[in-house]
């Protein structure tokens, strides 16, 4: 790795590993499921999804109603003032007021403090499915793994039964193995068998469980186990310099400099609101004037006067949240920036670590037991050279198998710490690898 780059070597080969997708004599899978589509479907019934689209909803039409004007008032008065005055009796409306506050300022910067928390919304939004991305890709991994380490102790107990040996000397199987076989070495193989078809039951348990928590997560049918594609490499490569460049886009990012543009937003409109809209009234009233009832009109304006109180408390507050805002910003630069090296180093540390494994302890491990079982059938060598070199066979290509799976769910806490959506991600794709 150069310059902090690193890229997926070919970490398997037809010829040396190749395991498909099982399924369990209880369930029968259908379809084949991605990432990408596991990830489509899951943010397709995830309830947060529901949830973020209904809070961008209520954002929206807070951001309508902060353009609006404050409704007016009336008020109507009846009373037996000019009954009394005249003699006549009875109740009459004697006044109609329309009252009307003028918001002179504070429209202006309440709709740009609803724009800036509609953004946040849509950030946070961003957010959720690139959590619920990264848990799906956790799942997702799991399962491969189990299937794929089911799918090989599958494997090794067929090979085990393979194991074919003569009861007495000079006779001969159809088998591979053909030498005659102590009783000692008979229960060694036996032994062996049994661990091997306890590991197989232990591996369907894992599937089991690994299946049901898949199928529980993307909202699946429970009586059939889902099939995910095989464990692979994944041809993909990130520079790390241009991941870092590129955090300013994070969805956590964006969200914390939308709340930034909110509180300063939030400190104009707490300026413009330290006092009370004015409030212009236009007013009927009638009354008697020279023994005659008469109808007059009129307008007044109520204007609050900042004698004692001048109402500093909302801004103060507002300025409190600027402060909040800025410093949760610089908080999150700094914890992506971490999350996002630390996953990256741990990530190629993983590559680097599985193709080893293949180069220099698969294919020789895979050598040597086919030698072993040659030189045992041969003679050559006893059971306890066999079994060992079966052992470690099967014990490399598990742990080569967890190291994929490994370097898979790493990934995906890189994608969640550079913001990248698996969906929407191929603008940082370096390449394919050849």
Same mark, same amino acid.
């Given at each position: ?8 070597? &070919? ?18 899978? +259908? ?9 489509? %479907? ?16 209520? %954002?929206?039409?807070? !951001? ?16 037996? $003032? ?6 006549? &009796?009875?109740?009459?409306?004697? +006044? ?5 506050? @003028? ?31 990264? =848990?799906?890709?956790?799942? *997702? ?8 380490? *089911? $799918? #090989? ?13 003569? !009861?007495?000397?000079?006779? %001969? ?12 070495? !008979? ?21 089991? +469980? ?13 009586? %059939? ?40 937003? +939030? ?44 109402? =500093?408390?909302? #801004? ?57 079982? =040659? ?11 066999? @079994? ?5 066979? *099967? ?20 994608? #969640? ?12 794709? !370096?390449?394919?690898?050849?």
């Amino acid at each position: 790795m150069k310059k902090n780059q690193f890229s997926i070597l &070919g970490l398997l080969t037809p010829g040396v590993f190749a395991l498909a997708t099982v399924c369990s004599t209880s369930a029968i899978a +259908e379809d084949t499921w991605t990432l990408e589509s596991s990830v489509k %479907r899951v943010l397709q019934v995830a309830p947060e999804t529901q949830a973020g689209q209904q809070m961008i909803g209520i %954002r929206e039409m807070q !951001q309508q109603q902060a353009s609006l004007w404050p409704n007016p008032e009336i008020e109507i008065r009846a009373d037996e $003032a000019m009954g009394l005055d005249d003699g006549s &009796g009875g109740y009459d409306l004697t +006044e109609l007021v329309i009252s009307q506050p @003028i918001p002179v300022k504070r429209l202006q910067s309440q709709g740009k403090q609803a724009a800036a928390m509609l953004s946040v919304t849509h950030s946070q939004n961003l957010q959720q499915q690139l959590m619920l991305e990264h =848990k799906t890709a956790m799942l *997702f991994h799991e399962l491969q793994l189990k299937s794929a380490i *089911f $799918a #090989l102790s599958q494997q090794r107990l067929e090979m085990v039964d393979q194991f074919k040996y003569a !009861q007495k000397a000079g006779k %001969r199987s159809t088998g591979q193995l053909v030498r005659y076989l102590s009783p000692l070495e !008979q229960k060694r193989l036996a032994i062996l068998r049994e661990t091997a078809r306890q590991a197989s039951s232990s591996a369907e348990g894992e599937l089991n +469980e690994s299946a049901s928590q898949f199928r529980i997560l993307l909202n699946l049918d429970q009586a %059939r186990l889902p099939a995910v594609s095989a464990l692979n490499t994944i041809p993909e490569t990130f520079d790390l310099s241009q991941l870092q460049q590129q955090l300013s886009g994070h969805p956590k990012m964006q969200a914390a400099q939308h709340a930034i543009a909110a509180a300063n937003a +939030e400190i104009d409109l707490a300026r413009a609101s330290r006092y009370k809209d004015p409030t212009v009234n236009l007013f009927v009233e009638r009354d008697n004037f020279n023994s005659q009832r008469e109808t007059y009109t009129g307008i007044s304006v109520n204007l609050e006067i900042p004698l004692w109180n001048e109402n =500093k408390r909302e #801004l103060s507050v507002a300025r409190a949240n600027l402060i909040e805002s800025r410093t949760e910003l610089e908080m999150q630069r700094r914890e992506l920036n971490s999350r996002l090296q630390q996953s990256f180093m741990h990530y190629g540390h993983l590559l680097e670590q599985a193709s080893d494994y293949r180069t220099q302890l698969l294919k020789p491990a895979e050598d040597m037991f086919q030698l072993s079982r =040659k030189s045992f059938a041969a003679g050559e060598q006893n059971i306890l050279g066999l @079994i060992d070199s079966h052992n470690t066979y *099967f014990e490399i290509r598990r742990t080569y198998l967890e190291l994929l799976a490994a370097a898979g769910q790493e990934l995906a806490s890189l994608r #969640l710490a550079a913001g990248l959506s698996l969906i929407d991600s191929t603008a940082l794709v !370096q390449g394919d690898i050849q």
